[in-house]
T-cell receptor, first 111, second 110 residues
């Protein structure tokens, strides 16, 4: 069963604007990861945040984690057309490294 | 460093046939995961292999099976293909927490 639930399911914004996607999960986690999938291709790892971290940055990406609310957000600043993709969150709930995946947010950046 | 590779990129089969999909992990990675992704949907976990052993399988019928070879490459076999098996099949390898994905095999069952 899916643990992560991304919100919104789809998001369409103008190039240059910021995009925020949210992920909620159900059980305690060791870490939460965000991945990007360009149309019909393999997923690319973006960022990993551990359960004892609250915020993490990587280039134009900012991820926050609120373990009390069991939620995470991914912020992409100054969006570009190349950011058009589906974004998935995945949680590592125990120590066996098997990830539990959300259904994804489809992001469209309009030029 | 070479990434995860999958073959073939596309596969067309008819209902009732068998399909074999292959995956080569990143050098040094011992874990291989298989996922099914139907068009426009999320990833459904199929199988996890580590050090040659099946560690876990998702909620799929037994006609989905696989194996991992001594060099850590892996095969996914789907027997008695059904129309709803049409999907993108993704393989990922990992050493620790992060999974690295191949480009996928798109299977079409007619």
């Amino acid at each position: 069963s899916q643990q992560g639930e991304e919100d919104p399911q789809a998001l369409s914004i103008q190039e240059g604007e910021n995009a925020t996607m949210n992920c909620s999960y159900k059980t305690s986690i060791n870490n939460l990861q965000w991945y990007r999938q360009n149309s019909g291709r393999g997923l690319v790892h973006l960022i990993l945040i551990r359960s004892n971290e609250r915020e993490k940055h990587s280039g134009r990406l900012r991820v926050t984690l609120d373990t009390s609310k069991k939620s995470s957000s991914l912020l992409i600043t100054a969006s570009r057309a190349a950011d058009t993709a589906s974004y998935f969150c995945a949680t590592d709930a125990d120590s066996n490294y098997q990830l539990i995946w959300g259904a994804g947010t489809k992001l469209i950046i309009k030029p | 460093e070479a990434g995860v590779t999958q073959s073939p990129t596309h596969l067309i089969k008819t209902r009732g046939q068998q399909a074999t999909l292959r995956c080569s992990p990143i050098s040094g990675h011992t874990s291989v995961y298989w996922y099914q992704q139907a068009l426009g949907l999320g990833l459904q976990f199929l199988l996890w292999y580590d050090e040659g052993e099946e560690r876990n399988r998702g909620n799929f019928p037994p006609r989905f099976s696989g194996r991992q070879f001594p060099n850590y490459s892996s095969e996914l076999n789907v027997n008695a293909l059904e129309l709803e098996d049409s999907a993108l099949y993704l393989c990922a390898s990992s050493k620790e927490e992060t999974q690295y994905f191949g480009p996928g095999t798109r299977l079409l069952v007619l």
